[in-house]
């Protein structure tokens, strides 16, 4: 895949609110998922035209999944036994949320979601929100793109990892995609920690991944760090006091000779300075 521009000014309103139906999608499997450790049971998947919450077993002995089509800009809520209801991404959402509800009531399929956004700062109920509105089809296709051109490193990455390595997945939470290495080793979360840091952070793990910027660093960019945090890491190359991790810009790897080459080295040498030993 090529690697596409992805300047955050250009499609920031239409990213947050892609961002938002993606939480609203999320929080559908969520809802009714058995809570697994990390979370596992959370993110989105990348399939052939876009993101897929994998299938959904409901209450009421359906199957069911949402496949989210960023070349249609529709997502899809499909059962086992052959019903489809589609409804449309360009739409605030509000109505979005709305016509999600209606599709998965008129497919058997019925949901109560936690209606509040996870993970964003002054979080808007989906059902009042109609801030988050533009939806620019080209750019978020673009961004699909990109994700795709991405998580074929970070699958290469996760191949040469012997131990625990969940696929590579996009969190709707906070908007990024990830390969995660768990060494196995228990971790007790800090005290008064929150419910998302309780259950996610119980285990050593090491993280590397992409986000396409938000209001707070408004830049795409690539991550990696070490949980919990080993001492002296601050002095490392690339370290970023401002987030706690190491972090490469996009750009710097799309304007490369090799985007593959040094995404993979970016990631390879946050591993080796971070790992505990064996």
């Known amino acids: 895949m090529p690697w596409l521009p992805l300047p955050y000014e250009e499609w920031k309103d239409s990213r947050d609110t892609l961002h938002m139906q993606l939480q609203v999608i999320g929080k559908v499997r969520l809802a009714l ?74 497919a058997g399929v019925p949901v109560e979601i936690s209606v509040v956004p996870s993970e964003v700062p002054d979080p808007i109920p989906f059902p009042d929100d109609t801030v988050h509105a533009t939806y620019d089809a080209a750019a978020v296709t673009r961004f699909w793109r990109v994700l795709l051109a991405v998580e074929a490193v970070l699958r290469e990455h996760r191949a040469r990892f012997r131990g625990k390595a969940p696929p590579v997945q996009l969190w709707w939470g906070s908007l990024d995609l990830t390969t995660t290495r768990f060494t196995g080793r228990p971790v007790t979360p800090p005290a008064g920690a929150d419910l998302i840091t309780r259950v996610g952070g119980d285990e050593e793990q090491f993280c590397g ?69 064996t």
Do not use: C
């Open 209 to 277: 991944g992409f986000w396409p910027g938000d209001a707070r660093t408004p830049y795409a960019a690539f991550f990696a760090y070490m949980y919990p945090k080993p001492d002296d890491v601050e002095r490392a190359p690339r370290w970023n006091d401002a987030l706690g991790e190491f972090l490469l810009a996009y750009d710097e790897v799309r304007e490369s000779p090799d985007p593959r080459r040094l995404l993979l080295d970016f990631l390879d040498d946050a591993f080796a300075r971070t790992a505990p030993p």
């Open 33 to 106: 998922s058995p809570l697994e450790p990390q979370w596992a049971n959370v993110p989105l998947n990348l399939p052939g035209r876009g993101l897929w919450t994998s299938t959904i077993p409901h209450p009421g002995g359906e199957v069911f999944d949402i496949d989210v089509d960023l070349l249609d800009h529709r997502a899809a809520v499909r059962t086992a036994s052959g019903r489809v209801e589609r409804v449309p991404m360009h739409t605030p959402v509000a109505r979005f949320y709305a016509e999600l509800m209606a599709a998965l009531e008129r």
